[in-house]
């Protein structure tokens, strides 16, 4: 008789404490920059200067793209963005249903409607199922680069230009990520990222966006940059000038020493990327050990993660009790990264989008129109795990994460093995 020594199953657990990546890391310049920043006694930057200065000029040489902004949230990167490309009420953008909410939610705020497509096997958007969805009032398109994979930007960018839509890229999950050698946030008419604690550049709370359109930049500034910053940046000539003083009512600007703890760790990206490819595979292939696992977005030819998270599939009828019980399995033999990645759900599933409503304006049609089978299943059978980097300093570290990761997933394939086809818990009857 099989007896399962899975701590799931009452087992020793492998690992001696709950384990996931640590993450940001700590570098003493940056702290420093930060001690600094806090002496200067300038808690508030009212225009484009010092840090956020340094940090929108070090984003926009990464990126080729003239004009940063940087705001005090990934969600207002988008909601500037937005704004800047001139979506409003009536407006229809698509957007994948397989995202984070905050990639399409701030289009309420504008009384614009987003429209949800289905996405691809891997999560990324899905040009086909995007098709059938464009109307007579669809603006833009707004595609994520789910789980620092970028999307097909060949496909995309030959959609949005087929039916005349401008292109927002949500690189919340990508910072750094290429795409046929060309970073993520430079294909469309504007971009955002997220600087959140979690995120491969992280300021605590923060975001950027960037564009090569100085109207985009000036309408994105207005959003939320009002009086010193707007006045000096925006155009003096241009329609919207008078009103940089006051803006129009929001204020999104970043706190200055959660961009002086991010600034340095731009130049570290390139490394980061370079490191967690290789860290990547090497996860990869001690899950797909337990057979019925497949990763899904590791880097191709043409697309380099940046692996914010690698995603896996995994197969219910070839892992007993499916991806619900693998990641429980994981979970007790200490292994926390390993996660579903539930504040993710399609946006399909979320009441905001069956039930749209807005503060500026009432909807007379929905956003959910088709069905997803592709995002349900990925919402179904996936699991995400986080992806290490050795940042100088850090490889020790980042070498005992992935040998917890080895020891759990050793563990569960030999586990799974022997079980067979009966599930959890029926091992040991
Ligand atoms: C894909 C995506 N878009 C947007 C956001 C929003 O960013 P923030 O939390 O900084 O507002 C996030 C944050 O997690 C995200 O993951």
Redesign the pocket.
């Known amino acids: 008789m099989f007896v399962s020594e899975l701590a799931i199953d009452g087992g020793r657990p492998v690992l001696d404490r709950s384990t996931a990546y640590p993450w940001p890391k700590q570098r003493s310049e940056w702290s420093e920059r930060v001690r600094r920043q806090l002496e200067s006694g300038k808690l508030s930057l009212y225009d484009r200067s010092g840090v956020v200065e340094e940090f929108e000029d070090a984003w926009s040489a990464a990126h080729g793209t003239p004009y940063s902004l940087v705001t005090n949230?990934?969600?207002?990167?988008?909601h500037s963005a937005f704004y800047g490309i001139g979506v409003g009420p009536g407006d229809e953008v698509l957007c994948p249903t397989y995202?984070?909410f905050?990639?399409a939610a701030s289009l309420f705020q504008l009384g614009a409607l987003p429209v949800p497509a289905d996405c691809r096997p891997d999560g990324s958007f899905d040009t086909e199922a995007a098709a059938g969805l464009v109307t007579e009032r669809t603006k833009a398109v707004v595609v994520?680069h789910?789980w620092g994979l970028p999307c097909d930007m060949d496909a995309v960018v030959a959609f949005a230009e087929r039916h005349g839509l401008d292109l927002v890229e949500?690189c919340?999950?990508a910072h750094g990520a290429t795409y046929r050698g060309h970073p993520v946030g430079s294909f469309g008419a504007a971009a955002?990222w997220?600087?959140?604690t979690?995120?491969l550049i992280a300021a605590g709370?923060?975001?950027v966006l960037t564009t090569r359109s100085r109207e985009v930049y000036d309408r994105a500034q207005l959003l939320g940059h009002f009086n010193k910053r707007a006045m000096k940046e925006m155009d003096p000539e241009g329609p919207l000038y008078p009103y940089s003083v006051t803006g129009l009512g929001l204020k999104y600007r970043a706190h200055p020493l959660g961009i002086a703890f991010a600034v340095g760790q731009i130049a570290e990206l390139p490394s980061w990327i370079k490191g967690k490819q290789g860290f990547a595979e090497e996860i990869a292939e001690l899950f797909t050990r337990i057979d019925g696992i497949t990763p899904l977005t590791l880097s191709t030819t043409e697309r380099t993660s940046a692996h914010y998270a690698l995603l896996f599939e995994v197969d219910p009828d070839r892992v007993p009790g499916g991806r619900d019980w693998l990641v429980a399995a994981c979970n007790a033999e200490g292994l926390d990264d390993i996660d579903v990645p539930k504040?993710?759900s399609p946006l399909h599933t979320l009441h905001l989008f069956q039930h749209p409503i807005s503060p500026v304006t009432t909807y007379d049609r929905p956003c959910v129109r088709t069905g997803f089978p592709v995002a349900d299943r990925l919402a179904a059978r996936t699991f995400k795990i986080s992806v290490p980097c050795a940042p100088v300093g850090y490889e020790e570290e980042d070498a005992q994460y992935l040998a917890a990761v080895r020891a759990v997933a050793e563990k569960i394939a030999g586990q799974v093995r022997a079980v067979g086809g009966r599930r959890s818990g029926e091992a040991a009857r």
Do not use: N
């Not at 949230?73 to 988008?78: E, F, I, M, N, P």
């Open positions: 949230s990934g969600t207002a990167a988008l995202t984070f905050a990639t994520t789910m949500d919340s999950h955002a997220s600087l959140q979690q995120k709370e923060g975001g504040a993710t």
